[in-house]
C-alpha cells in the first residue's frame, strides 16, 4: 500500500519560515518525481515545486526565490523549504508522486497523493 504522509504545516507570522516534509512508502522513493502542491478555499490546486528522480529542483510561481525542494532518499522522504512567507501562501499543501516523462507541473500525471498539512501565514 502506498502511502504520503506529510507533516510540517502550522501557523506562522508573515515573514516566517515552515519546513515540510513527506514521508513514503510503498514504492520505489528513487525512482519517483516528487511534487509540491497546494489548494487554498475556493481556489484550483496549483504547482509549487517537485523534484525529479535525478535530484533536479523545479520551481513554481509561487516558489521562485523563496521556497527550496529537496529529497533524501535514504529516507524516502522529499522536503519542502518555505521561507519570507506571506498571507497568500495560505492554503493546504499537499505531495505527490509521479513517474515516467511529461509535464512536471501537471497534477494529472501525478498519480499517488498525500493528505495534505495545511499553512496559515497571518498577516
Known amino acids: 500500500q502506498v502511502q504520503l504522509m506529510e507533516s510540517g504545516g502550522g501557523s506562522v507570522q508573515a515573514g516566517g519560515s515552515l519546513s515540510l516534509s513527506c514521508v513514503v512508502s510503498?514504492?520505489?522513493?528513487?525512482?519517483?518525481?516528487m511534487g509540491w502542491f497546494r489548494q487554498a478555499p475556493g481556489k484550483e490546486r496549483e504547482f509549487v515545486a517537485a523534484i525529479s528522480s535525478s535530484d533536479s529542483p523545479w520551481n513554481g510561481d509561487p516558489a521562485v526565490g523563496r521556497f527550496t525542494v529537496a529529497r533524501d532518499n535514504t529516507k524516502n522522504t522529499a522536503y519542502l523549504q518555505m521561507n519570507r512567507l506571506k498571507a497568500d501562501d495560505t492554503a493546504t499543501y499537499y505531495c505527490a508522486a509521479k513517474t515516467g516523462g511529461g509535464h512536471i507541473a501537471n497534477r494529472e500525471e501525478y498519480g499517488y497523493w498525500g493528505q495534505g498539512t495545511l499553512v496559515t501565514v497571518a498577516s
Open positions: 510503498g514504492l520505489s522513493f528513487s525512482t519517483y518525481t
